[in-house]
């Protein structure tokens, strides 16, 4: 089943305006991912079905159409690199710093399935130990994908070798009746507040943020998109505050924050 250009061009401008992913080198990819979705909505080509999202989509055609055309793939310990800075510069900077309040504020932008936030909670509880019950560190994850979304709720993981033997045992549950599965331990869930958000929308959350994790999320923007959501970022960040990005991305010269380490910056 092949697209037009012209519908080609109305899929992809649509989901440039309403969701930021640029699509416009992905013909190819659109149409091997979106063929068999035409197909079973009982459409008998692509006009029929962008006419369809344009007008008249539903949330779940929007998030169907969004789950195949992005990868919502991560793992526990990815680029640990930048949990070994956070563990050893950001985390105990912040400890310092609210100690009075005993309150952190931590954003994951673009968690997809979960890993990420569970993974700074048990660096969070381990750095605490028998003071972590004092503080207030429950991280907010969000993601544009409900299906993403689901999967980090429910919190079912097959574990990779690098999760350390300790954490194996104090962090997660095994699933009965299946050896290779693991269930986030309900402490570790209880400290991450999960919610669909498009980075899209303004930022209005009831608190500055001292820490946003996005990483791997703006490799879908072309770079004013990804200029205009890092200004977000920055006006949602306390002063001193970090945004951490992943290896493959960068910000641009003229960013307003301050680059400190490999894909880790700070508000001036």
Request: overall charge positive.
């Amino acid at each position: 089943m092949a697209i037009s250009e012209a519908d080609f061009h109305r899929l992809v401008s649509f989901v440039k305006q309403k969701y930021g992913i640029d699509l416009h080198e992905k013909k190819q990819l659109i149409t091997s991912r979106l063929a068999n979705t035409v197909k079973g909505m009982g459409f008998g080509g692509f006009t029929e079905y962008v006419d369809y999202l344009l007008k008249s989509g539903t949330g779940d055609d929007i998030n169907a159409l969004l789950s195949r055309l992005t990868t919502n793939y991560t793992y526990f310990m990815r680029e640990v690199e930048s949990f070994d800075y956070f563990t050893g510069t950001i985390l105990p900077e912040l400890v310092r710093a609210h100690q009075r309040d005993k309150t952190l504020s931590i954003w994951s932008a673009g968690c997809s399935s979960g890993e990420e936030p569970y993974n700074m909670t048990m660096y969070i509880m381990d750095y605490l130990g028998s003071q972590y019950s004092q503080w207030d560190t429950r991280i907010l994850a969000s993601d544009l994908s409900l299906e993403a979304l689901n999967k980090a709720k429910a919190g079912v993981y097959q574990l990779p070798d690098t999760i350390p033997e300790k954490w194996r045992k104090q962090y997660f549950v095994p699933v009965k009746g299946k050896t290779d599965q693991y269930t986030v331990a309900p402490k570790v869930k209880q400290n991450v507040l999960f919610r669909q958000f498009n980075l899209m929308d303004p930022i209005q959350f009831r608190r500055k943020f001292d820490l946003i994790f996005c990483r791997n999320v703006m490799i879908y923007f072309d770079q004013p998109t990804k200029d205009a959501l890092v200004r977000r970022f920055y006006d949602a960040t306390v002063p001193g505050g970090y945004l951490v990005i992943s290896k493959a991305e960068n910000l641009s010269p003229d960013t307003p924050y301050g680059r400190v380490a490999t894909s880790i910056f700070r508000k001036k």
